[in-house]
C-alpha cells in the first residue's frame, strides 16, 4: 500500500518563481490537507478539502492555492515563491470523523 | 485560544532507563488527542488515539495516556530504535477535522 505519496521531495525554487506540489492518496479518505513543518513551530495547517470538491484555509494560508483535482489528488500551488516559504510540506489525509491523519513523506522546499 | 504545549522540548534516555513526555492542551472540546511518532526526513505516523479522560493505549514500549488537560506517553525500557521527535496533537470540536499539533519532543535514547 502505498498510502500518501507526494513529489517531489525537494525542490529549490528562486524567490519570485512558482511550483506545484503533488499529493495523492489511494486509501479512498474523503478529506485531505497540507501542513507546513517548522523548526520550533510544529505542524501548521495551510488549506485542507474536508471532502471532492470543497477546500478551506487553514492556520498560514497566505501565499498558496490548493486544487483537490478529483478524490485522489490535492495539489498546493506557490505562485511567487518567498524566501518565507521554505519548509517542509506534509500532505494528510483521514477517512472522516475523529479518526488519525495519515501522512505523506514529505517536499522539502527551499527558496533562495 | 486552543493550545497544545508538549514538553520537554529535548529528552536523553539510557537504555532501559523508563521516562514519560508531556502533552497538556487548553482546548475548547476536545474530539480527539492523537500521538504521533516523526523520524528525521519522514512523515509523522500514527501512535494512539485517545478520546476520553481516563483511557489509555499501549504498543510494545508505549503506553498513552489523557486526562481533561493534558495527555502522557510512558516509554518503558527505551531501546535505541525508541529515538524520533514524537507528537502530539488535538482535534477540536467544530474544527472541520484538521489536528492541532505540539511543537514534539525530540527523544534520543543512548546505547
Known sequence: NAGVT?????????????????????????????????????????????????????????????????????????????????????CASTEGGVTEAFFGQGTRLTVV | EDQV???????????????????????????GLFWYRQDPGKGPEFLFTLYSAGEEKEKERLKATLTKKESFLHITAPKPEDSATYLCAVRIAGSARQLTFGSGTQLTVLP
Not at chain 1, 14 to 23: A, I, V
Not at chain 1, 59 to 88: C, W
Request: a neutral charge.
Open chain 1, 6 to 90: 507526494q513529489t517531489p521531495k525537494f525542490q529549490v525554487l528562486k524567490t519570485g518563481q512558482s511550483m506545484t506540489l503533488q499529493c495523492a492518496q489511494d486509501m479512498n479518505h474523503n478529506s485531505m490537507y497540507w501542513y507546513r513543518q517548522d523548526p520550533g513551530m510544529g505542524l501548521r495547517l495551510i488549506y485542507y478539502s474536508a471532502s471532492e470538491g470543497t477546500t478551506d484555509k487553514g492556520e498560514v494560508p497566505n501565499g498558496y492555492n490548493v486544487s483537490r483535482l478529483n478524490k485522489r489528488e490535492f495539489s498546493l500551488r506557490l505562485e511567487s515563491a518567498a524566501p518565507s516559504q521554505t519548509s517542509v510540506y506534509f
Open chain 2, 5 to 31: 504545549t508538549q514538553s520537554p522540548e529535548a529528552l536523553r534516555l539510557q537504555e532501559g532507563e523508563s521516562s514519560s513526555l508531556n502533552c497538556s492542551y487548553t482546548v475548547s472540546g476536545l474530539r
